[in-house]
Each structure stands twice: as structure tokens, then as C-alpha cells.
């Protein structure tokens, strides 16, 4: 029987494969909350019935000459990857702080490169004597298995109900070529498929290229043409003149232990109103509360932050969802500025409101794409290089993610919470995650230990921050009020 053949990795997988540094592992980390309790080998017979049909998790990622290749791993053992997990918690500390202690330091363990690059990690009884208990079942994929928005796509087909991935035709012979498709934009003329491919994106970035494509040949519509253009070269342009971020002790160089923590979750309905009230949408709404949660926090430990913004990228999709099943990395990376020094929260959310209002349309997340698939195609040390242009302006990470509207079952059982963290490259010390969850909203952070070793203040700080919103929009006048 011959051997599997290997199958060529993308540019831009390859450079999120060669991302590892001491300080900063490329995982995606992700914790479930499971009511009752859940035994290990229900998790691995669904695990090897639903996620073992996806060909990413059962290869190996293999570097060479010129990149790197998936290699299925023929000594595959599930139990090398479905885990018992046992908590020790020290003296008076209570379970769920003990696997916060726990998924920091799976954090920052790497993961075997002799094997798939995804582990996952079951505590089958977190609560111990109460009854039913509950489980906690902390995952970890390598980024260059897929980013978040696929990976979301791919861990609830874990739940029950979740649908299997569609059967796959033969490749193409140029299928490589098209999973690259951004990269070839770079050095060949603009085409269709190339419109389409961008075209996913939204917003004013797709509407002028839907433009464009209806002209027959691309080139044709002069005037979108030259509007683009200028656009593209002015997002250029901007990226690589970003100034430095406002120093503050969240800042520095990396090292290599974590912290993680996450809050009560918080009602999408409730958030969904204040914005509503306050002509914000739900995105304003919560990033005025991180920005006034990190704000406050700096105050705390004696830090002025009056005048200061911090510089967060963030993920931006590049794929249509419905293809979402198919891994890989395509998405790109948005400069968003936070206004950290602005006490006043209705100040701070116009602020926040603006600055979101800046990135529509823009072409910053294409370019960023741009940037990665050059850099797969580089040896390490100037694909290190490249990529540490956005750490040294940069203090954090952001993502935020849609998830499912109703509470999902697995195995039977309630997944009662869902939180997760994605990685930060380079000397970037700061990961913040929000997730939509079961008409609830998950506030997640995890930094470095040195930089910020007490998450847990930033996040205590979140609810605070949105219930001064709340009171505020509570205060304003509503339709059909009296006069005085």
C-alpha cells in the first residue's frame, strides 16, 4: 500500500506554521462549559465520528525546502489527542480559577510537531461532589490548521446535529494555485476571479468592486479603477507610516508565561438596546467597554492615560461563510485605535464609533493577506522581520466572533459557555476575544504574565464600563414622553 500523497500548505498557513516564537505559540485556545458532566470517551467517539473527517486533523504539517506540506499521519492515536485533564488547585482556590491557572500554562506548552497539530483537553468532573457536576473541555489548534471563523465552523459540527463536512469533488489541477489567490493578485493583472475573491469582504471595499465587474473587463471602468487604486495605495501607505502606540505597562517584550480570564456573560438584547439608544451599534458599544475597562485598569496601578490610544488589529473576514468548512487562513488584519484615555463614556463611544467608521471600505485587510502570503514565501528570520512591523505598533489583538443563537448540546448535555483566545505574533503581549453566545455576549482576555499579570482586573471592569452606558441611555428622553 503506497503512502498518502502530500499535499502542498498555502503561503499564508505556511507563514502562521513558522510563527512561533519563546514568547507567543500560534494556537487558538477555546474553552466549553458542559452541564452535566461529560466522560472521556463519549468526547473521543464524537471527536473521531465528526472531526476526523476533516483531513486537517488528521495530518501532520511537515516543513521543506519550500515551504510546507500536509502528510497524513498513519500512526494516528486519538488518545494521543483527546486528553484527561486533572486540576490541582491550590488551597482555598475554587475549580474555575484553577482551570483558568490551567489554560494559561496549556497556553504557552507547544504542541507535539510530530503529530496534527491540535490537542484537546477534558476535565470531566470541574466541580467535584455537586451533584451532576459539569466539564470543562479546553481545545487547542495550531492557526495554521484555520482561523477563527473557520474553526468555529468546524468545532460545532462536534455538537449534536452539527453537519459533517461536504463530500469533496477531485481537485482541480490548479486548486494549489487558487488557494493562494490573493498572492497571485500581486503579480498578475486584476481578473474576475480575483473581484469575486475580494468581493466577499463587504462594505465599500465590495461595492466598488461589484462595480467594477460589470464592466466586462475589469480594466475597462476607468474612473472605479483609478478610485481603487488610490485607495489601496493610500491604506499602503498608511500601514507602514502607523504610528508607534502610546507607551503603557501593557507594552514591552514578550515573554513567555500567561494569564487568562473571562467574565459573566453579558445579554446581547441589553447591549443590543443601549446601542440603540445611544445610535451605536453593538460592536461601538462593546469596544467602548474595553477601551474604558483597559483605561481604568492603567489608572489603577498609577498610569495616566489621559490623551493615549492604544493600537488593537483586528481579524476581518476574507472568505464566504458558506465555505468556511474548508480550513485554512483567510482572513485579514484591521488597525483598530482604541481611545483608552477618554474617561467620559459617551465621549469615548463617539470616539470608538468614528474610528470604526474609518475602516469601512477600506482595502487594510486584503493588504494585510497580502503581507502574509509574501511572508510564507520568505525563510524565518525576514518572514520575522516582515511580521514585526505590526507588533511594535501594536498592543493587542482583537477578535471578535458570531456565535450560534441557541445553546447547542454535545453528547447529550448543555454547552452552557463558550470563551477562546486567539494568538498574539511577535512581541504583541494581549489577546482580547468577544463571542456571541445563546443571546449572551463573552468577554475573554489573555496576556502576558509579566505585562499584565492580573487580567482579571481588566475584566472585572467590563460590566462596570457597560452598566455606565446602560444608566446613560436610561436617562434619555423616549418617544412619546411628557413635557415637564
Same mark, same amino acid.
Given at each position: 500500500m503506497s503512502a498518502p500523497a502530500a499535499q502542498r500548505m498555502t503561503r499564508?498557513?505556511?507563514?502562521?506554521?513558522?510563527?512561533?516564537?519563546?514568547?507567543?505559540?500560534?494556537?487558538? /485556545?477555546?474553552?466549553?462549559? +458542559?452541564?452535566?458532566?461529560?466522560?472521556?470517551?463519549e468526547l473521543r467517539e464524537r471527536v473521531a465520528s465528526r472531526l476526523l473527517k476533516y483531513d486537517r486533523f488528521r495530518q501532520k504539517a511537515v516543513e521543506d525546502t519550500m515551504g510546507a506540506h500536509w502528510l497524513e499521519d498513519v500512526d494516528f492515536d486519538i488518545a494521543h489527542h483527546v486528553v484527561p485533564?486533572?486540576?490541582?488547585?491550590?488551597?482555598?482556590?475554587? &475549580?474555575?480559577? *484553577?482551570?483558568?491557572?490551567?489554560?494559561?500554562?496549556?497556553?504557552?506548552? &507547544? #504542541?507535539?510537531?510530530?503529530?496534527?497539530?491540535?490537542?484537546?483537553?477534558?476535565?470531566?468532573?470541574?466541580?467535584?461532589?455537586?451533584?451532576? @457536576?459539569?466539564?470543562?473541555?479546553?481545545?487547542?489548534?495550531?492557526?495554521?490548521?484555520?482561523d477563527g471563523i473557520s474553526l468555529v465552523s468546524v468545532m460545532l459540527s462536534l455538537t449534536d446535529g452539527?453537519?459533517?463536512?461536504p463530500e469533496r469533488k477531485p481537485a482541480a489541477p490548479d486548486?494549489?494555485?487558487?488557494?493562494?489567490?490573493?498572492?497571485?493578485? #500581486?503579480?498578475?493583472? !486584476?481578473?474576475?476571479?480575483?473581484?469575486?475573491? !475580494?468581493?466577499?469582504?463587504? =462594505? @465599500?471595499?465590495?461595492?466598488?468592486i461589484d462595480l467594477m465587474g460589470q464592466q466586462g473587463h475589469p480594466l475597462e471602468g476607468g474612473a472605479e479603477l483609478a478610485k481603487m487604486s488610490y485607495q489601496v495605495l493610500s491604506?499602503?501607505?498608511?500601514?507602514? #507610516?502607523?504610528?508607534?502606540?502610546? &507607551?503603557?505597562?501593557?507594552? @514591552?517584550?514578550?515573554?513567555? =508565561?500567561?494569564?487568562?480570564?473571562?467574565?459573566?456573560?453579558?445579554?446581547?438584547?441589553?447591549?443590543?438596546?443601549? @446601542?440603540q439608544g445611544l445610535g451605536a451599534s453593538i460592536n461601538d458599544v462593546l469596544l467602548t467597554c474595553v477601551a474604558g475597562a483597559i483605561g481604568d485598569y492603567l489608572r489603577s496601578r498609577g498610569e495616566d492615560p489621559t490623551g493615549k490610544e492604544i493600537r488593537a488589529m483586528v481579524p476581518v473576514n476574507l472568505r464566504p461563510m458558506d465555505q468556511a468548512w474548508k480550513l485554512g487562513n483567510r482572513f485579514?488584519?484591521?488597525?483598530?485605535?482604541?481611545?483608552?484615555? !477618554?474617561?467620559?463614556? +459617551?465621549?469615548?463611544?463617539?470616539?470608538?464609533?468614528?474610528?470604526?467608521?474609518?475602516?469601512?471600505?477600506?482595502?487594510?485587510?486584503?493588504? *494585510?493577506?497580502?503581507?502574509?502570503?509574501?511572508?510564507?514565501?520568505?525563510?524565518?528570520?525576514?518572514?520575522?522581520?516582515?511580521?514585526?512591523?505590526?507588533?511594535?505598533?501594536t498592543t493587542a489583538v482583537m477578535t471578535n466572533v458570531p456565535g450560534p443563537r441557541e445553546a447547542l448540546q454535545l453528547c447529550g448535555r448543555t454547552l452552557k459557555?463558550?470563551?477562546?483566545?486567539?494568538?498574539?505574533?511577535?512581541?504583541? =503581549?494581549? =489577546? /482580547?476575544?468577544?463571542?456571541?453566545y445563546a443571546g449572551n455576549v463573552q468577554f475573554g482576555l489573555i496576556t502576558d504574565d509579566v505585562l499584565c499579570p492580573h487580567p482579571d482586573q481588566i475584566v472585572s471592569r467590563f460590566q462596570p464600563e457597560f452598566d455606565k452606558l446602560l444608566y446613560l441611555s436610561l436617562m434619555l428622553p423616549w418617544e412619546g414622553q411628557l413635557a415637564a
Amino acid at each position: 500500500m503506497s503512502a498518502p500523497a502530500a499535499q502542498r500548505m498555502t503561503r499564508v498557513d505556511t507563514a502562521w506554521l513558522r510563527m512561533d516564537n519563546d514568547a507567543n505559540l500560534m494556537m487558538i /485556545v477555546g474553552v466549553w462549559m +458542559i452541564e452535566p458532566a461529560l466522560a472521556l470517551a463519549e468526547l473521543r467517539e464524537r471527536v473521531a465520528s465528526r472531526l476526523l473527517k476533516y483531513d486537517r486533523f488528521r495530518q501532520k504539517a511537515v516543513e521543506d525546502t519550500m515551504g510546507a506540506h500536509w502528510l497524513e499521519d498513519v500512526d494516528f492515536d486519538i488518545a494521543h489527542h483527546v486528553v484527561p485533564e486533572t486540576l490541582s488547585p491550590r488551597p482555598g482556590q475554587n &475549580p474555575v480559577d *484553577a482551570l483558568k491557572d490551567r489554560v494559561a500554562e496549556l497556553t504557552a506548552t &507547544p #504542541l507535539d510537531r510530530d503529530r496534527p497539530l491540535w490537542q484537546f483537553h477534558l476535565i470531566e468532573h470541574l466541580d467535584a461532589g455537586d451533584g451532576r @457536576g459539569r466539564s470543562a473541555f479546553v481545545m487547542r489548534v495550531h492557526h495554521c490548521i484555520g482561523d477563527g471563523i473557520s474553526l468555529v465552523s468546524v468545532m460545532l459540527s462536534l455538537t449534536d446535529g452539527g453537519k459533517p463536512p461536504p463530500e469533496r469533488k477531485p481537485a482541480a489541477p490548479d486548486e494549489d494555485e487558487e488557494a493562494d489567490w490573493l498572492m497571485d493578485t #500581486l503579480v498578475k493583472p !486584476i481578473t474576475n476571479l480575483t473581484i469575486k475573491a !475580494i468581493g466577499v469582504t463587504g =462594505g @465599500g471595499m465590495a461595492k466598488g468592486i461589484d462595480l467594477m465587474g460589470q464592466q466586462g473587463h475589469p480594466l475597462e471602468g476607468g474612473a472605479e479603477l483609478a478610485k481603487m487604486s488610490y485607495q489601496v495605495l493610500s491604506d499602503a501607505a498608511s500601514m507602514l #507610516l502607523m504610528p508607534d502606540d502610546s &507607551p503603557t505597562s501593557l507594552k @514591552g517584550k514578550a515573554t513567555p =508565561g500567561k494569564k487568562v480570564a473571562w467574565g459573566e456573560p453579558l445579554s446581547l438584547e441589553l447591549v443590543k438596546s443601549v @446601542g440603540q439608544g445611544l445610535g451605536a451599534s453593538i460592536n461601538d458599544v462593546l469596544l467602548t467597554c474595553v477601551a474604558g475597562a483597559i483605561g481604568d485598569y492603567l489608572r489603577s496601578r498609577g498610569e495616566d492615560p489621559t490623551g493615549k490610544e492604544i493600537r488593537a488589529m483586528v481579524p476581518v473576514n476574507l472568505r464566504p461563510m458558506d465555505q468556511a468548512w474548508k480550513l485554512g487562513n483567510r482572513f485579514g488584519l484591521a488597525p483598530l485605535v482604541l481611545p483608552i484615555g !477618554i474617561a467620559n463614556p +459617551i465621549a469615548r463611544l463617539d470616539a470608538v464609533r468614528a474610528r470604526m467608521n474609518d475602516l469601512k471600505g477600506g482595502y487594510q485587510p486584503v493588504l *494585510a493577506f497580502a503581507m502574509l502570503a509574501v511572508a510564507g514565501l520568505l525563510i524565518k528570520p525576514m518572514q520575522d522581520a516582515l511580521l514585526g512591523l505590526f507588533s511594535k505598533k501594536t498592543t493587542a489583538v482583537m477578535t471578535n466572533v458570531p456565535g450560534p443563537r441557541e445553546a447547542l448540546q454535545l453528547c447529550g448535555r448543555t454547552l452552557k459557555q463558550v470563551m477562546f483566545w486567539v494568538p498574539q505574533s511577535g512581541d504583541i =503581549g494581549m =489577546g /482580547v476575544s468577544i463571542l456571541s453566545y445563546a443571546g449572551n455576549v463573552q468577554f475573554g482576555l489573555i496576556t502576558d504574565d509579566v505585562l499584565c499579570p492580573h487580567p482579571d482586573q481588566i475584566v472585572s471592569r467590563f460590566q462596570p464600563e457597560f452598566d455606565k452606558l446602560l444608566y446613560l441611555s436610561l436617562m434619555l428622553p423616549w418617544e412619546g414622553q411628557l413635557a415637564a
